[in-house]
């Protein structure tokens, strides 16, 4: 159960309220729901925040990032931090973003191929998020064989999880799931959802072997961000 709070680079505030725009606030509801296994935060807020000595939950440090304003083009993401610089934030993982389709593609394998040596070489997890993008596969970014191809690729490129989109019914995700071989799967939540559809998704795509979720939205846009998160740890340690 990895809880992403990077979305205030990936989107910008306006997925935030009064309360979540505040890191703080994030981090508190995490330590009060028990149940994570990770917190996703890109390089300054791990930096301003994050306090090993106090936190329980492993942080992982998110290496690469993009803006909003760039919606028309061939979607890129730069690599931005170090592996060094995530060990001395207190990280014992790292992640980073691949738009599988992507005209950028290559580059952005071979960026995630040396951190991933890099990162391994010092004993970190390495989370790549896969993601369909860009013009060769544009409406496809949840069609079954190309969510499949993505996690492949995150078995060959040596992640040890990925964090792919739902294909949105568990018999193809259960391909996907073959697909990624040793590589663990964790599905990643999307726009904010009724929570019970949400929580039915969950319980389906559990069930095909899946390993878990990193999620974000679904999780402290909801009026309960605990009660989401001890429903959610229920179904997957279960
Ligand atoms: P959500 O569960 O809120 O979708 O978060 C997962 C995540 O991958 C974040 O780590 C990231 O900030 C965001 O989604 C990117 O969303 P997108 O690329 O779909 O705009």
Same mark, same amino acid.
């Given at each position: ?5 990077? #979305?205030?680079?990936? #989107?910008?505030?306006?997925? %935030?309220?009064?309360? &979540?725009?505040?890191?703080? *606030? ?35 440090? +998110? ?5 909003? %304003? ?9 690599? $931005? ?7 001395? $934030? =207190? ?11 992507? !005209?950028? !593609?290559? +580059? ?5 191929s040396q951190i991933e040596d890099d990162a391994h070489d010092k004993g970190l997890v390495v989370t790549a ?9 544009? =409406? ?15 078995? !060959? ?5 990925? @964090? ?8 193809? %995700?259960?391909?996907?799931? +073959?697909?990624? =071989? +040793? ?8 726009? @904010?959802?009724? &929570?019970?559809?949400?929580? @039915?998704?969950? !319980? ?8 878990g979720i990193a999620v974000g939205r679904n999780v402290w846009q909801s009026e309960d961000p605990v009660g989401?998160?001890? @429903?959610?740890?229920?179904?997957? *340690?279960?």
């Amino acid at each position: 159960m990895f809880l992403a709070y990077d #979305h205030g680079f990936e #989107h910008g505030p306006t997925d %935030f309220n009064e309360k &979540t725009i505040d890191p703080e *606030y994030v981090l508190d509801l995490l330590e009060e729901a028990g149940v994570y296994t990770a917190v996703i935060l890109q390089e300054g807020v791990a930096q301003a925040y994050y306090e090993p000595a106090k936190q329980s939950i492993p942080l992982l440090v +998110k290496l690469n990032g993009k803006t909003a %304003f760039h919606k028309g083009e061939e979607p890129y993401s730069p690599l $931005l931090c170090s592996v060094e610089e995530a060990i001395r $934030l =207190g990280a014992s993982a790292v992640g980073y973003t691949i738009y599988v389709g992507s !005209e950028h !593609e290559t +580059k952005m394998m071979q960026e995630f191929s040396q951190i991933e040596d890099d990162a391994h070489d010092k004993g970190l997890v390495v989370t790549a998020w896969m993601y369909p993008r860009g013009k060769q596969v544009e =409406g496809q970014e949840t069609t079954p064989d190309v969510v499949a191809y993505a996690a492949r690729l995150g078995l !060959e490129l040596g992640a040890d999880f990925i @964090k792919i989109p739902y294909t949105g019914d568990p018999e193809s %995700f259960s391909w996907v799931v +073959k697909c990624a =071989g +040793k590589t663990k799967v964790l599905v990643s939540g999307g726009v @904010k959802r009724d &929570t019970s559809e949400f929580l @039915k998704d969950v !319980e389906d795509f559990m069930k095909v072997g899946t390993c878990g979720i990193a999620v974000g939205r679904n999780v402290w846009q909801s009026e309960d961000p605990v009660g989401v998160s001890k @429903k959610l740890a229920e179904i997957i *340690y279960r």
